[in-house]
């Protein structure tokens, strides 16, 4: 057993009361500031720092999440099961896609000379870096304002919507998920046409609020984006309904989502350049 | 001055781990926080006021990796190390178990006092739904990995040359 140390305890404890008013200070000054000011200007630069080390992490762990897939397909061959979930992936999108193309057809074709322009200019970007902590669900790539990424451009992967740039540095950018609980976006259910908010949820799926108890919604209804608010494009494929359910005395509807694009296994991914660069409803840094 | 080194270079190795392996390791959604167990680590061999200083950096540079607010994780870091140095103070052994379980118990405090702020800041959702899927899977992951790396994190941290087998630290 060892004896106890006489610390200067009274110098401890006035060095913790300096510590922890300096930590409320830097709150206070990052809630303050504007995205130019000096804890902002920080943590850009520690992500244009880090942005690098976490792209070595990427490399190097590679080969061990290659093998845990592996693993985790065993039973087919890991050829045919990329060939098949890829197919599928594809095919869902594109039904999707032709869906909504076909609705947006039939509503439009009666007004003549309207058309509607989705031609957005995409950036490619592998993804360098996966969520560091548990508290947030962000990722980050490796394009920057270098490439012309700002703050609030859409995030696209293979199979759908992913989130939104929040924090960009010169050559990195730093993209907020649609299941993180600050994530916020106007969508609409492709056959209903029922409008609501899609919002992350720190304990599970994300779920679609604001949709009336009197709207009538199946499991596998195709989720998209509306539009509204500026922030994302009009019918950019979000998910689909995993669930609902609903109180006697419920306004709304407790719809949760099954994600077409999550971060699992995805490494490069598509911002629409353009489209939209308005911080979403959970705010921008 | 002579420990600056060492601890500087612990911290920043945390950084590094978190930023590039922890995301890679991270099950079900649950990344375990490097810079705790550094932290614990630091105020257990070094106490009190080592344990607040170098809490307050690593919870600094832990906030600024994220988007979350920038100052919450640097007090709580700064509270926890300066508790579980004045634990060493007051009641350190030279065994396993105890260390361990003051790592347990911080990592449990840290993180339900991380999620608290975050709530109160409206930044981390309702804090129920955080305590069954962030705070409580958190901590039993981060008790697992201190319990393989805290002999040899404190191995390298601990000021008295002497005590060098795994067997005495451990």
């Not at chain 1, 061959?77 to 890829?86: D, G, H, I, K, P």
């Not at chain 1, 056959?191 to 199946?218: W, Y």
């Not at chain 2, 103070?89 to 840290?110: D, K, N, Y």
């Not at chain 2, 958190?138 to 000021?159: C, D, E, K, Q």
């Amino acid at each position: 057993m060892k004896l106890p140390e006489r610390d200067t305890s009274t110098g401890s404890s006035a060095l913790l009361a300096a510590l922890v008013v300096l930590a409320l200070i830097i709150t206070t000054v990052y809630y303050r500031e504007a995205d130019t000011g000096p804890v902002h200007s920080l943590r850009r630069g520690v992500k244009a720092m880090t942005a690098p080390i976490a792209s070595g992490g990427e490399v190097i762990t590679r080969p061990f999440r290659s093998t845990a897939d592996w693993f985790s397909g065993f039973g087919v061959r890991r050829e045919e099961l990329e060939v098949l979930s890829a197919q599928n992936a594809e095919l869902r999108a594109t039904v999707a896609e032709l869906e909504e193309a076909r609705q947006e057809n039939e509503r439009l074709t009666d007004l003549i000379g309207f058309v509607e322009a989705r031609e957005f200019e995409a950036v490619g970007a592998h993804v360098i870096g996966r969520p560091a902590t548990s508290w947030e669900h962000v990722f980050t790539i490796d394009r920057g304002t270098d490439d012309g990424i700002e703050i609030g451009m859409p995030v696209l992967g293979a199979n759908g919507l992913l989130g939104q740039t929040v924090l960009v540095t010169g050559r990195s950018a730093t993209v907020r998920l649609l299941s993180d609980r600050r994530s916020g976006v106007a969508a609409l259910l492709q056959g209903t046409r029922a409008e609501g908010i899609v919002s992350g949820a720190i304990d599970g799926p994300m779920e679609l609020e604001f949709v009336s108890v009197d709207t009538t919604v199946t499991i596998g209804d195709v989720v998209l984006t509306s539009g509204l608010g500026g922030v994302y494009p009009k019918g950019l494929l979000i998910g689909e309904v995993s669930s609902t359910q609903a109180a006697d005395n419920d306004l709304f509807q407790r719809i949760q989502l099954l994600p077409a694009a999550t971060l699992k296994g995805i490494e490069e991914v598509v911002v629409l350049v353009g489209a939209g660069t308005i911080p979403d409803l959970g705010g921008g840094e | 001055m002579r420990r600056t080194l060492p601890t500087a270079a612990a911290i920043l190795v945390a950084m590094v781990l978190q930023v590039a392996i922890a995301p890679h390791i991270a099950i079900g959604g649950v990344v375990p926080n490097m810079f705790l167990l550094v932290v614990v680590t630091l105020a257990l061999v070094e106490g009190p006021a080592a344990g607040a200083t170098s809490g307050f950096v690593a919870g600094l540079l832990f906030d600024l990796l994220g988007t979350a607010p920038v100052g919450p994780g640097a007090l709580v870091l700064a509270v926890a190390g300066f508790i579980a140095g004045a634990l060493h103070a007051h009641m350190f052994a030279e065994g396993w178990r105890l260390p361990l379980s003051v790592l347990f118990i911080t990592s449990l405090a840290t993180e339900i006092a991380y999620g608290f702020m975050l709530s109160v800041l409206s930044a981390g959702g309702p804090f129920w739904d955080a305590l069954t899927h962030v705070i409580l899977p958190g901590t039993v992951y981060n008790a697992v990995l201190a319990f393989l790396v805290y002999p040899w994190l404190a191995r390298f941290l601990r000021r008295d040359p002497q005590m060098t087998t795994f067997h005495r630290l451990g």
